[in-house]
């Protein structure tokens, strides 16, 4: 079994984690490990995401993990400039090189950055929200035009106004994001969610290839 540790933005990420990658990866002889940024150098968890905070704590958790990887949103990645996901997740790949050195190896550390943001991956199946969450059917069907206007989930852009999170909020304001964004991924399942966001895929792929 190769134990892989998971760099997390907060509980939602690390929930999901838990609840939909872990058991699927297990079977591949992978044992996932989900830690909030910050636990890992005794800090209070969870948000305020950089480059500098993520490499620090990738570094740390390779101590004691054969190899590590992340889950954080490109929405509210600080100091991310006008870097595109790809970019930002080469400049962490780098910085992470320069600390690691003469350990560094591709299939080791390498982070991922979740375009745009988690819920984004919650547009795979919006009649899921129906079967999850007590809600009108003009919420479905808003839910299912905003999923319609845009090739994948993963391309529901990022600002303030339109990031997937804010526009599941202004449609479902009883939406709690730690309780019901797992519980959402859960019930869409794994194999959905790989479908119908790609770049997500490639990351999962990635991880059940990994070997001892």
Known sequence: MIRVAISVEGQTEEEFVKQVLTEHLRGRGVDLTPIQLG????????????????????VRLLRSFDVVTSLVDFYGFRQKKDKTVDELEEDLTRHIRKRIDHRWHPEKAFPYVQRHEFEGLLFSD????????????????????IRAAFATPEDINDNQITAPSKRIRKIIPRYKKVVDGPLLAMKMGLDKIRTECPRFNVWVTSLESLRN
Request: proline share 2%.
């Open 39 to 58: 636990r890992a150098r005794g800090q209070s968890g969870g948000g305020n995401v950089s480059v500098e905070r993520l490499v620090a704590e990738m």
């Open 126 to 145: 919006v009649d899921a929200f129906a079967e999850t969450i007590d809600m009108p059917k003009e919420s479905v069907e808003r839910l299912r035009k």
